[in-house]
């Protein structure tokens, strides 16, 4: 793979991993409240949107497990870490705490809705490509978005506040977090617009997956 490809994929795995350093913190947008990382998580599906367009859903694949396998890496090194004893006379271990002792619930709501969203806007944003024999990108980077973020968001939520926050309220806090995203990608398409047609330019290559395995273990 070209200098391109390494670059592209470096930026999706840095945006997936400040986006769960930085999610802890809640704030208020449009009357919604959202984690703070919303204003770096939806660039992790731009950069997933641009990967499937350029090189295909065989190579976002690789991405995405090998930013699973990162992010991965970061969570037990957070929680190797915090075993340590501080030493006595360093004042932030409350801080630290509070920050970075995520539950297990919570880490597991990250990986399951992290794997289930990034795989659902690949494939939609495939499949959409060869239906519409590659005219029309800006339908398929927002529709693959609108499945790939509604997938993410539902599947987060759920598990990690599913029965500590009423119905209604898991509901609305779904819906609020999903808009907030997918109006971020449609503000950003003619951002895509230009890098996805600058990568096909300079690469030399326009994938269609007509013949790709979509099976999302397959490595």
Not at 64 to 88: D, K, S
Not at 113 to 121: I, T
Not at 132 to 143: E, H, P, Y
């Amino acid at each position: 793979m070209s200098w391109r490809f390494v670059t592209v994929a470096g930026l999706f795995i840095a945006c997936l991993l400040t986006a769960n350093t930085i999610a802890v913190k809640l704030v208020i947008l449009g009357g919604a409240v959202v984690p703070v990382a919303v204003i770096v998580f939806p660039i992790s599906y731009i950069v997933g949107d641009v990967l499937t367009e350029v090189w295909g859903y065989a190579a976002a694949r690789r991405v995405i497990w090998l930013g699973f396998a990162c992010n991965a890496v970061m969570v037990a090194a957070i929680w190797i870490a915090g075993l340590i004893p501080a030493a006595p006379f360093w004042p932030g271990q409350a801080a630290w705490d509070e920050i970075f002792s995520q539950t297990p619930r919570i880490v597991l709501a990250s990986f399951v809705a992290y794997l289930g969203g990034e795989f659902a806007n690949s494939f939609v944003l495939a499949k959409m490509k060869i239906a519409t024999g590659g005219r029309w990108l800006w339908t398929r980077t927002i529709g693959s978005t609108i499945v790939g973020q509604a997938l993410d968001t539902a599947v987060f939520v759920a598990i990690a506040f599913g029965g500590t926050v009423p119905a209604g309220a898991l509901g609305g806090i779904m819906f609020g977090q999903w808009l907030v995203k997918v109006l971020y990608e449609i503000g950003a398409t003619p951002l895509t617009y230009v890098v996805v047609g600058w990568l096909k330019a300079r690469e030399q290559i326009d994938t269609f997956d007509h013949r790709t395995d979509f099976n999302p273990i397959r490595l």
